[in-house]
């Protein structure tokens, strides 16, 4: 039973490394010319585990930046859903 498992297992590989050939078509020579915004990258800092005692108040983002690549410093607004409570272990 463990060989056929097997045998099944590795036909399949098979069959998904086969159906993911690359196929190159030749399309005819045209210019375009397109305005696409820029991508970036967005850089976080500030970011690290902590362990608190239990009761003692804490500001999660303390220290928290984010920049990205094109704007440079980013402004994030958060607004406290009162989900996180230092008053019970494990938050």
Same mark, same amino acid.
């Given at each position: 039973?463990?060989?056929?498992?097997?045998?099944?297992?590795?036909?399949?590989?098979? +069959?998904?490394?086969?159906?993911?050939?690359?196929?190159?078509? *030749?399309?005819?020579? *045209?210019?375009?010319?397109?305005?696409?915004?820029?991508?970036?990258? +967005?850089?976080?800092?500030?970011?690290?585990?902590?362990? +608190?005692?239990?009761?003692?108040?804490?500001?999660?983002?303390?220290?928290?930046?984010?920049?990205?690549? +094109?704007?440079?410093?980013?402004?994030? *607004?958060?607004?406290?859903?009162?989900?996180?409570?230092?008053?019970?272990?494990?938050?």
């Amino acid at each position: 039973m463990k060989k056929l498992f097997g045998f099944i297992a590795i036909l399949a590989l098979v +069959i998904l490394l086969a159906a993911c050939e690359t196929i190159t078509t *030749t399309a005819p020579a *045209t210019t375009t010319t397109t305005t696409e915004a820029p991508i970036g990258v +967005i850089t976080w800092a500030g970011l690290a585990d902590a362990q +608190i005692v239990r009761g003692d108040t804490v500001d999660l983002l303390e220290g928290v930046t984010a920049t990205d690549s +094109i704007d440079g410093a980013l402004t994030v *607004t958060v607004s406290d859903d009162d989900a996180f409570t230092s008053a019970l272990a494990g938050g």
